[in-house]
Structures are given as C-alpha cells and as structure tokens.
Nanobody
Framework: QVQLVESGGGLVQPGGSLRLSCIAS????????MGWYRQAPGKERELVAA???????DYGDSVNGRFTISRDNAKNTVYLQMNSLKPEDTAVYYC?????????????WGRGSQVTVSS
C-alpha cells in the first residue's frame, strides 16, 4: 500500500515562511515526478511546483520566485519551502507523486495539509 503523507502546514502571518514535507511509504519500485498542488475554497486545484527525479523544476506563475521545491530521493521525500507568504496562498496543499509499483505506474495523492496565511 503506497501512501503519501504531508506535514508542516499551519498558520503563518503575511510575509512569513513555512516548509512542507511529503514522504512516500509502502512497497514500490521507483518514484519519478513529484509535486505540490493547492486548492483554495471555491477554486480548482492548481499546480504549485513540480520536480523530476533528476531535479528539473516547474512552478506556477503565482509562486515563482517565492517558493522552492526540492527532493531527497534517498528518503522518498519532497519539500516545499514557502517564503514571503501572502493571504492568497491560503489553501490545502496536496502532494502528488508518480510511483511505479510492478507492473504499473500511477499517480498518488496525499490527504493534504492546510496552510493559512493571516494576521
């Protein structure tokens, strides 16, 4: 059973920082792309950032320059460093990973971590 578990969310003031972590556990062969998505109330889920196994990155326009995605392949973990947070960053943040389990590869999602930016 493959699981993704996020941690690190919470309440932060505007201009502050948070670091999200997501660890993959269970029985699998490999993890290729990993990423973070978010969904605010009344809005569609959107890409925040993604990273390939080799370290190539992609960011949503609204977070480019403020957020940094990274990963530790040995620990099956992806991180999201969020700086200069704004109230509009408030959302549930979801981890996603493309994970290979013989004989298939599938996309897995975490349950989400709430991030609230408010004074």
């Amino acid at each position: 059973q493959v699981q993704l578990v996020e941690s690190g969310g919470g309440l932060v003031q505007p201009g502050g920082s948070l670091r999200l972590s997501c660890i993959a556990s269970g029985s699998f062969t490999s993890i290729s792309a990993m990423g973070w998505y978010r969904q605010a109330p009344g809005k569609e889920r959107e890409l925040v950032a993604a990273i390939t196994r080799g370290g190539g990155t992609d960011y949503g326009d609204s977070v480019n320059g403020r957020f940094t995605i990274s990963r530790d392949n040995a620990k099956n973990t992806v991180y999201l460093q969020m700086n200069s947070l704004k109230p509009e960053d408030t959302a549930v943040y979801y981890c996603k990973a493309e994970i290979a389990t013989w004989p298939h590869a599938s996309a897995y999602w975490g349950r989400g971590s709430q991030v609230t930016v408010s004074s």
